[in-house]
């Protein structure tokens, strides 16, 4: 989506540790027209598809999920992290690493929102080793849903997520590829 190069290249901070901090439209700040045209894409890749709910994960996924709900016409439910399960009723539950916090999450969602009857795409903001992807796939299949596929923003193909993704044999659009990246000479995108 050239669109969204143009701005992570204008907008961007490659960060040490392989990170891109991209604040001032997704991850902070939020640039609401641009997401528009961040959810319209989305629809237009999954158009083909029939989905019941979007499925993210706290925090940064919400707002992306939501703007791209608008186009589904269908609700988001967001992965709550926790460390105490102090959610009422019954929970799937997963594990995920977080690649920028360093520590380990449970992820939970309740069983309530999430059934066999569904068809899920996942949505997130960033892939990059494919933890929080996994664990989000992982909920899908304890509740016998149906993964449509994934919808992420920035994949940074250098890292190993999207080939264990592609692997898992999980549809998977990502809008931007990053193939390089580096403090003084910023992102190379996958054409
Ligand atoms: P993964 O689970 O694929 O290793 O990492 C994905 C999660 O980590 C995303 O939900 C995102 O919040 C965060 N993340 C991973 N890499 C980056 C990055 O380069 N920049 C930012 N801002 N977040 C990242």
New binding site residues.
């Given amino acids: 989506m050239q669109l969204l190069k143009d701005k992570i290249n204008k907008e961007g901070v490659v960060k040490k540790g392989?990170?891109?901090?991209?604040d001032s439209f997704l991850?902070h700040q939020m640039d609401i027209a641009f997401l528009e045209e961040i959810g319209k894409e989305f629809k237009r890749r999954f158009a083909d598809e029939t989905i019941t709910k979007i499925l993210t994960?706290e925090a940064?996924?919400i707002g992306i999920a939501c703007i791209t709900a608008r186009y589904f016409q269908v609700p988001v439910l967001f992965a709550k992290k926790t460390q105490t399960k102090n959610i009422a009723g019954e929970v799937y539950t997963s594990k995920?690493?977080?690649?920028?916090h360093n520590k380990v999450y449970d992820v939970i969602v309740s069983k309530q929102f999430l059934t066999a009857d569904d068809r899920i795409l996942i949505i997130?903001?960033?892939?990059?080793?494919?933890?929080?992807?996994i664990g989000l796939s992982d909920i899908v299949k304890q509740a016998g849903a149906s993964l449509v596929g994934a919808g992420i923003v920035?994949e940074?193909g250098f890292?190993e997520?999207g080939r264990i993704i592609r692997n898992m044999g999980i549809r998977l659009e990502s809008l931007a590829i990053v193939d390089a990246m580096d403090e003084k000479n910023g992102c190379t995108f996958r054409q």
């Fill in positions: 392989n990170v891109l901090k991209v991850n994960i940064s996924g995920v690493e977080s690649f920028t997130d903001d960033f892939l990059a080793n494919g933890k929080a992807l920035i940074k890292q997520g």
